[in-house]
């Protein structure tokens, strides 16, 4: 067992509470969590993190990971132009070893700022489910179909194929966007969901153009079109929901529906502000994600938990709306649930140890009036001291402990990026 003593802890199980005491993990299991007992067990290591706060790790619930590539490759043009001009096109040229590389350099990024998980949809899963399961992270792949009924087919096999691939791999049932593909297509996800009793996840509202044309072409905005065609029988969710107005909201109420924001992503694209003030209010599920690196461009939970919640205050002209509190709810435990990682949202005994360690004597972080609110409004991915994912210590003091060379990663990055924005 490993011990993890002399912590504040913010176990996030049914409060955000922070209280004095310490964490045993027992391979990827935690063991124990509470104060320090009279009797204490042999232990492999020990570890004095010295007061620092250990919580749970952040969970990237809407990422397209190997994106990465394409960071700063177009900036501050419009988004039409910077997807069919500076993303497709690129995109065709990629190779299954490209995404695996590409993955490696988000997967540096994500463990130096505390994410053990993404939600990804890319292409090539075979090459994403190697890269983040060599580097110890958890991988929860979403299907990304886009066309007609035909291309089911491919989702069913690579639902078939990934869904227990590995410990740390999973597979959601999902399908691009409602404007990329057609009802059949739709209706043959929605039947397959139907059929294993799974759910399904799905770009959606996104940019005002798309919810409008979806209205023009269906009569309904895509959560309610999608909705009447039994697509949610059992859970999912969507990503972005920026155009939801309240019965959207109330469709993913009623099926219980995760709402996936990316505020960095939606506000540097202007594609709007997502009503999270009125989700929260009425009951609505929340998770966060960063969207690729080329739309966004950090893979950072904190800079989506901070524009999380200021964004809510200006937009609702209330410097009370949207308590930050809420989206380091949403950034960890509402992620990872809404990713099926149901085992590692929180620190109990039982639960993966999927955790991290913040430097609470960063002048950033002092005083430490009020924890949680502090971490999402004046917290920053620096503050992360070490991060572990299934019980394992991947990154510690600015180190990666998983074997991951973050040289090799950077020099064979930079060589295939030169080959495909030659
Ligand atoms: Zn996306």
Same mark, same amino acid.
């Given at each position: ?12 199980? =049914? ?23 009279? &009797? ?9 993190? =010295? ?84 580097? =110890?992270?958890?991988?929860?792949? /979403? ?56 759910? &399904? ?12 044309? /979806? ?6 905005? +895509? ?27 109330? &469709? ?10 990316? +505020? ?33 461009? =950090? ?89 572990? /994912? ?33």
């Amino acid at each position: 067992m490993i011990r993890y003593h002399n912590a504040k802890i913010m176990t996030m199980n =049914g409060s955000t509470a922070v209280t004095e005491g310490e964490l045993w993990t027992e391979g990827s299991v935690i063991r124990y969590v509470g104060r320090q007992p009279a &009797v204490l067990p042999e232990f492999e290591r020990e570890i004095d993190l =010295g007061g620092n706060l250990l919580m749970p790790s952040f969970k990237n619930a809407h990422t397209h990971s190997a994106m990465t590539f394409l960071r700063s490759f177009a900036e501050d043009v419009p988004l039409q132009t910077w997807l069919f001009e500076k993303v497709f096109p690129y995109e065709d040229r990629l190779t299954p070893d490209d995404v695996y590389a590409f993955d490696r350099l988000a997967i540096l990024e994500y463990l130096a700022s505390g994410t053990t998980a993404a939600f990804d949809m890319y292409f090539f899963p075979e090459a994403s489910a190697a890269a983040f399961s060599e580097a =110890g992270m958890r991988l929860t792949f /979403c299907g990304s179909i886009s066309g007609t009924a035909k291309d089911v087919d491919r989702l069913n096999d690579q639902f078939r194929k990934f869904r227990h691939f590995h410990p740390l791999v999973s597979y959601r049932l999902g399908f691009h966007a409602e404007y990329t593909s057609d009802e059949s297509l739709h209706r043959a996800v929605a039947k397959l969901a139907q059929a294993e009793k799974e759910p &399904v996840f799905t770009h959606i509202s996104e940019t005002k153009k798309e919810h409008e044309e /979806c209205i023009a072409r269906h009569g309904a905005s +895509p959560a309610q079109y999608l909705d009447s065609l039994g697509l949610w029988e059992y859970g999912g969710g969507g990503f972005h929901c920026v155009w939801f107005d309240e019965a959207d909201r109330a &469709v993913f109420k009623k099926k219980g529906l995760w709402f996936v924001s990316c +505020p960095c992503s939606n506000a540097k694209l202007a594609s709007g502000i997502a009503p999270l003030t009125e989700c929260a209010e009425e009951g609505v599920q929340l998770a966060l994600g960063t969207d690729g690196a080329a739309s966004n461009n =950090g893979l950072d939970p904190f800079r989506e938990m901070y524009l999380g919640t200021v964004l809510q205050k200006l937009r609702k002209n209330d410097a009370a709306a949207l308590p930050a509190a809420e989206l380091l709810k949403a950034a960890t435990v509402g992620s990872a649930r809404a990713m099926g990682l149901t085992d590692c949202d929180v620190l109990s005994e039982g639960r993966q140890a999927d955790m991290i360690v913040i430097d609470m004597k960063a002048a950033n972080l002092q005083p430490a009036h009020h924890i949680p609110e502090s971490l999402v409004l004046s917290g920053d991915r620096m503050n992360v001291k070490m991060t572990v /994912c299934a019980g394992k210590i991947l990154y510690e003091n600015g180190v990666y402990t998983n074997g991951i060379d973050a040289d090799a990663v950077r020099r064979d990055c930079a060589s295939r990026i030169a080959r495909l924005t030659q």
